[in-house]
């Protein structure tokens, strides 16, 4: 049909430009990348009845063309956040995909669907995030990328107002890991492991601390991710509750070695102990 010939001859100019800047000026590779994603895009559908199946498309061309709208959507991302376009430019980069992706090109496929998820993030498409991300936990190969997805539902969960829910959410995906959260929290409890954690942190010198060797267990690292992802705002609305939290990620921190995350845990643990302990 006239539409294919036209996507066909725009994925040509396309392609061209691409094997043009390999011999280019360096001054001019972004605009030829530029020219070569708005012929590339142009094919792309625009509704359901569209199909890129019409046209001679070969894999590694769907591979090209899919990191380069990649890189633009993190591009527009980091120089100006223009999250309106770097949504586009994911959309367009995940269009490209194979079906096989997530077997032939799992890097590019995680990269370009966890962007894309963040963007919904940003601009509070929490609906489309939620039903984003079920495609993702599907598709996600180990428990470090299932982590992403997890933090981002949370913070979507949180950022939405139905605090209660997210830590229904942080529950379920600890109780995943293997590392429960206590049922029911209440103060004398978390009072009582507060008193002992100030204990053994009180014998702990400078020296030691620097000593600490690293976490290495995988799956320590993400649940410490997962309480990381708790704002801090919960420390002024569900005081016990963030106390807990703390007091588990400086058990982890204690018993497994120290992380990114254990910084989180050390400051959250001196607010509990000072306005619980009023130490």
Known sequence: TPKIKRNQLHLDIGSMLISKSASAPEEVIEELFSAALSNINISLPTDGND????????????VVFAKLNLKAGQ???SISADFALARFHLNAGMAFLSENCWYDQYDLALSLHLEYAKVLLVQHEYEELDTHSKILLRSTRCIEDQVKVHELLISALFRSGESAKALEYVR???DTLGFPLPTTVDQDTVRSVLEALRTA??????EQMHSFPLMTDEVSKQAMKIMASVPVILTF??????AMIACQMTQ????????AESAVAFGNLG???????QD
């Open 51 to 62: 199909s890129l199946d019409g046209i001679n498309l070969t894999p590694s061309q769907r």
């Open 75 to 77: 591009k527009a991302i």
């Open 172 to 174: 379920s995906v600890l």
């Open 201 to 206: 942190a009180s014998s702990i010198t400078p």
């Open 237 to 242: 609305s569900s005081p016990t509750f963030a």
């Open 252 to 259: 982890l921190t204690l018993q497994h070695g120290v992380c």
């Open 271 to 277: 607010f509990a102990i000072n306005s619980m302990l």
